[in-house]
């Protein structure tokens, strides 16, 4: 019997020191670890954008009327003054013809003048010798006199009402030249909003026609970039960027302007950066949407360490010394985590470089602490450093 309770004392002991072992075994975190490697790192600015081309001109009408004839459709290549549309000249011709006409009859009005002004300068000269002979009066004289002066004013104003005649002929001409509606530039035509048959009312503002790309070898992409990230955009900067046409192709370009005109939505300021990009295969059409990358770092086999150990925190209580403060990682060594300081420096959705630190390559980083299989010492967000 007293072995009996012996055993049983001895039993009870075991169960309850592998009960206390698997407890104080649950306590102890787990590390997961990554190495320190080299590498590369492109810091990039993300934005989105429309491409357009660089130069669109919006042709319009400066004259009122029906559109009789289109000569071009969407995606015709037009030359500089080649022939678009015409508007009804019907009307037009008949203000030329009238216009015409009134300059003929001003024309003959002033001849009329000219043979006014011979006739008083006969009649005056023939009554200034009459008075000197005291055939007539003086009165006789001063008539004459004032009707010679009459037919000279007479003769300005019938050439005034030449120019003006002339005047109106001429805008009766320029109307009639409007009614061709001609390409200002070489281009190709994207947009038409007329057809034959329709009226156009230029009477307020003008209307536009057709809008004209210039070159579609030569497009640019106009993104918004937030203040957080405009002090990092430089001029010439390389940007890559995709487009939902073709998703599994990247086409590259350049910033070109960094406009300094805010916009402001939301209480969010951004601001335009315009980003020139070659087109040869016309492969970009304007309005497509681009998922721009501008480029601000790109270096080559660089010591990097995952963004996620520079999230991991480690409370003071599971060290025997107090960890460093500032931006760093935890290496484990012999199975101790130990905090190292860094400096750091660009950084991309996965690594961040180190500039200095006390980290030898193929260190062991801890990236994630579990205990239980459950993640208890991770902080959210993106790590500290230079922001990208």
């Not at 000249?89 to 001003?106: G, K, M, R, Y």
């Not at 005056?124 to 055939?135: G, M, V």
């Not at 905090?339 to 980290?359: A, Q």
């Amino acid at each position: 019997m007293k072995k009996i309770i012996i055993a049983v004392v001895i039993l009870i002991l075991i169960l309850i020191g592998v009960v206390y072992f698997f407890k104080k075994s649950d306590k102890v975190p787990q590390y997961i670890t990554q190495t320190a490697e080299r590498g590369d790192i492109r810091a990039t600015v993300s934005a989105t954008g429309t491409v357009n081309a660089v130069t669109t001109v919006l042709v319009g009408t400066q004259v009122s009327g029906t559109i009789k004839q289109l000569y071009v459709d969407y995606n015709s290549t037009v030359k500089k003054g080649q022939l678009l549309a015409q508007i009804d000249p019907a009307s037009f011709e008949a203000q030329v013809a009238q216009a015409s006409a009134n300059l003929l009859l001003a024309r003959a009005n002033l001849e009329k003048s000219k043979v006014v002004v011979r006739d008083t300068l006969t009649t005056l000269e023939r009554n200034k010798i009459l008075f000197s002979k005291n055939f007539i009066s003086k009165s006789d004289l001063d008539t004459s006199d004032t009707n010679y002066l009459s037919a000279l004013a007479q003769v300005k104003a019938s050439e005034a009402q030449v120019e003006q005649a002339r005047a109106a002929l001429n805008l009766a001409n320029t109307n009639l030249r409007y009614t061709q509606i001609l390409s200002p530039v070489n281009g190709t035509v994207i947009s038409r909003s007329i057809d034959v048959g329709q009226t156009v009312a230029a009477s307020f503002q003008t209307p536009t026609l057709f809008t004209i790309a210039q070159d579609l070898t030569k497009m640019q992409i106009e993104t918004s970039v937030d203040e957080a990230d405009i002090g990092s955009i430089k001029t010439n900067q390389p940007v890559t960027f995709t487009v939902d046409a073709y998703p599994d192709q990247t086409f590259k370009g350049n910033v070109s302007e960094i406009r300094n005109a805010p916009t402001t939505v939301q209480n969010v300021v951004t601001y335009a950066v315009i980003v020139k990009v070659d087109n040869p295969e016309l492969k970009l059409k304007p309005g497509m949407t681009a998922n721009v990358s501008i480029i601000i770092d790109d270096k080559k086999s660089i010591l990097r360490v995952p963004n996620a150990a520079l999230r991991v925190k480690i409370s003071d209580k599971e060290l025997t010394a107090t960890a460093p403060k500032g931006p760093g990682v935890w290496i484990l060594v012999d199975k101790v985590p130990r905090r190292i300081p860094l400096t750091i420096g660009i950084r991309d959705n996965r690594f961040t470089e180190v500039l200095s630190g006390n980290i030898p390559e193929k260190a062991a980083i801890i990236v994630e602490v579990t205990n239980n299989n459950q993640k208890t010492s991770t902080q959210q967000g993106p790590p500290p450093g230079p922001r990208f």
